[in-house]
């Protein structure tokens, strides 16, 4: 596995949830196997053009789209190298979660933890990292971002339910309404 089979995964998993399909679903679009598609996700199993093909396919969206995806993504794991070590030595004294109850909650060995302590990313699964943005009670999105705070998972799930009412809702609304909802989160996002 390398950081492309798992910045991969870590593309396709969003994608998949963002569509609110589950693993069945998607394999009955594209044909694979749910093992196949949670093996892809994880980074496990490689990929070549006829599996970004498919998916693609799947998700209603070309070939381009995806590669744009993974490109963002790829830029992301500098950003993951540099926060996850911070972020696992903070929370982890935050919540008084040990070592040792970390690497038996998300299964990743001993050596590898310690390597994600001192700042390298060998081998370490996309469910690894989402099992430990669940124990820590952040989201994930911390791992990748420089943000001021540690957003919660519950404010990170919350956010992800607006996002989406506003999305299905924001067009069935007057303009009035619409534009007040604009200059509120404009207002927001240049504080």
Known sequence: MNKKEITFGMVLKDMRKEKRMTQKE?????GYSQNTISNHENGVRSLGEKEIERYSEA?????????????????????LVKNLPRILVGRMHEKGI????????????????KSLL????SNIYVNQI???????????????????????????????????KIDKDFFTLQYSQRKELYDFFNNL???
């Open 130 to 164: 989402y099992l430990l943005s669940e124990i820590l009670d952040i989201s994930i999105r911390n791992f990748f971002e420089d943000l001021d705070y540690l957003e919660t998972n519950e404010e990170y799930q919350n956010s992800i339910e607006m996002k989406e």
């Open 189 to 191: 996002l240049h504080k």
């Open 98 to 113: 040990t070592e040792e109850e970390l690497i038996n909650a998300t299964n990743i060995p001993k050596k590898k933890f």
């Open 59 to 79: 998700f209603g969206i070309t070939k381009e789209e995806f590669a744009l995806k993974l490109s963002e993504y790829s830029k992301t794991n500098e950003s």
């Open 26 to 30: 998607l394999g009955r679009l594209t």
């Open 118 to 121: 001192n700042g390298t990313l």
